[in-house]
């Protein structure tokens, strides 16, 4: 059973299907929102872009790339991808650059040859298995630049798994923060936004 999501991208209306039962994958959180509305005030972010979308969830901050005119490939686990597929061919008319889809398990690493202009990493911090192989993905991917968007949490084990992220994003990449003022009246203190690059 899904529940239809709106959002206006860029003046385009695009429609995302979301989960009633899901994990954390099947709805759109706001730190996408927050990601999304970014994208569409600062479409040279993406435009002409090949962008890589971790976790994608749902699909729609890479929907919203292709629909600024980047190529964006959305990637998650192998049996999370149905959603994202139904999302894309829902919003197909509005994409004006291209979306696909690909299986990507962050404990397999990542190895292909693709230049990548934009990694996205948006709201992909939930459980302490999972920080390091997405840092070793993050490194892997070698973009030529990485957006992380996360909204502060303050329930169970994704507190600790997002001081360990943030930790180990210190260690291996130089932060930028996205000043909130630059997220118009979407920010607020407990979305962040930071361009990274490796150190």
């Keep these: ?31 996408a929102l927050v990601t999304i509305y970014y994208i569409a ?11 890589l979308d971790l976790g994608s969830g749902t699909g729609a901050v890479a929907i919203a790339c292709g629909v600024m005119g980047g190529t964006a490939i959305a990637t998650d686990l192998p049996d999370r991808l149905e959603l994202i597929r139904a999302n894309i061919d829902a919003n197909d008319s509005r994409i004006k650059g291209e979306v696909s889809v690909e299986a990507l398990d962050w404990n397999d690493g990542y190895s292909k040859d693709t230049v990548i202009d934009l990694l996205l990493v948006v709201d992909c911090v939930y459980y302490k298995a999972s920080i390091e192989p997405l840092i070793k993905t993050m490194r892997e991917v070698r973009a030529k630049k990485t957006l992380v968007a996360y909204e502060v949490r303050d329930m169970g084990e994704t507190i600790e798994a997002q001081q360990m992220f943030m930790k180990r994003l210190g260690e291996e990449f130089v932060i930028e923060e996205v000043p909130k003022e630059d997220l118009d009246e979407f920010g607020c203190d407990e979305i962040n936004l930071c361009f990274v690059t490796p150190k």
């Design 1 to 31: 059973m899904a529940m239809i999501r709106e959002i206006d991208v860029g003046g385009t209306s695009v429609t995302i299907d979301q989960l009633y039962e899901s994990d954390v994958n099947g709805v759109v959180w706001d730190s």
């Design 41 to 51: 005030k600062h479409e040279d972010v993406v435009r002409g872009k090949t962008i």
